[in-house]
T-cell receptor, first 114, second 111 residues
Framework: DSGVTQTPKHLITATGQRVTLRCSPRSGDLSVYWYQQSLDQGLQFLIQYYNGEERAKGNILERFSAQQFPDLHSELNLSSLELGDSALYFC?????????????FGPGTRLTVT | TQLLEQSPQFLSIQEGENLTVYCNSSSVFSSLQWYRQEPGEGPVLLVTVVTGGEVKKLKRLTFQFGDARKDSSLHITAAQPGDTGLYLCAGARGTGNQFYFGTGTSLTVIP
C-alpha cells in the first residue's frame, strides 16, 4: 500500500459524458501527478500540482482539467468523453517536486468509455 | 512516438536465467528511473540513476546509466517468478517535474 488513494477504482460511462477522478496523496506530500496508461500509448504524464498550484503540464487534452484543493487532494475532470479515453488513470504523490523526490503511485482508476 | 524506447517489449524466460532490458533515447536526461508494475497496481520505484556511467545494484538487479545519459539498462541475474511484472524506465530533464516513461517491458519468469 503506497498510501495514495484513488476513487473510484472502476468507472464505466458513455461517450460524451463527464467524469471526475479523485486522488488523496500520502500524508505530508505536497506534489500530485496525474498519468494516463493505455495499451497503445503506455504511461503518459498529464499534469502536476504542487501545494495547490499547477507546475507542469504534459500531454493533457483540452477536454481534461485538474485541480489540487487546499487539503491537497486532487481531482481530474474528463469531459466530452471519447472511446479513446478508456485507460487506467494513475495519481502519484511526492513530498517535493522533481526527480529527487520519489513518486508513490496510487492503485489507479480504470475508466471504460462505451 | 515515445521519447524512451524499451526493448524487448515482451520477455518470457525460465527461472534461473539472466536477462537484460534496454531503455534508449536520443535525448539527454538528468536522471533515469526504473519502476516495476504488477497487474492492478501502480508502478513502484526500484532505482534512480543520475550520473553518466553510474551503476547501481539492488540484490539481483543491476542498473546502469549510459555515459551520455541517453540510455539505461536493467540486468537481472537468476530471475525468479517474483520478478514477473512490467518494467518501466522513466527519464526527467533538467529540474523539471515532467517524467517521460518508456514503452515498457513485460517480463514473465516461468517456474
Amino acid at each position: 500500500d503506497s498510501g495514495v488513494t484513488q476513487t473510484p477504482k472502476h468507472l464505466i460511462t458513455a461517450t460524451g459524458q463527464r467524469v471526475t477522478l479523485r486522488c488523496s496523496p500520502r500524508s505530508g506530500d505536497l506534489s500530485v501527478y496525474w498519468y494516463q496508461q493505455s495499451l497503445d500509448q503506455g504511461l503518459q504524464f498529464l499534469i502536476q500540482y504542487y501545494n495547490g498550484e499547477e507546475r507542469a503540464k504534459g500531454n493533457i487534452l483540452e477536454r481534461f482539467s485538474a485541480q489540487q484543493f487546499p487539503d491537497l487532494h486532487s481531482e481530474l475532470n474528463l469531459s466530452s468523453l471519447e472511446l479513446g479515453d478508456s485507460a487506467l488513470y494513475f495519481c502519484a504523490s511526492s513530498v517535493g517536486q522533481g526527480w529527487t523526490y520519489e513518486q508513490y503511485f496510487g492503485p489507479g482508476t480504470r475508466l471504460t468509455v462505451t | 512516438t515515445q521519447l524512451l524506447e524499451q526493448s524487448p517489449q515482451f520477455l518470457s524466460i525460465q527461472e534461473g536465467e539472466n536477462l537484460t532490458v534496454y531503455c534508449n533515447s536520443s535525448s539527454v536526461f538528468s536522471s533515469l528511473q526504473w519502476y516495476r508494475q504488477e497487474p492492478g497496481e501502480g508502478p513502484v520505484l526500484l532505482v534512480t540513476v543520475v550520473t553518466g556511467g553510474e551503476v547501481k545494484k539492488l540484490k539481483r538487479l543491476t542498473f546502469q546509466f549510459g555515459d551520455a545519459r541517453k540510455d539505461s539498462s536493467l540486468h537481472i541475474t537468476a530471475a525468479q517468478p517474483g520478478d514477473t511484472g512490467l518494467y518501466l524506465c522513466a527519464g526527467a530533464r533538467g529540474t523539471g517535474n515532467q517524467f517521460y516513461f518508456g514503452t515498457g517491458t513485460s517480463l514473465t519468469v516461468i517456474p
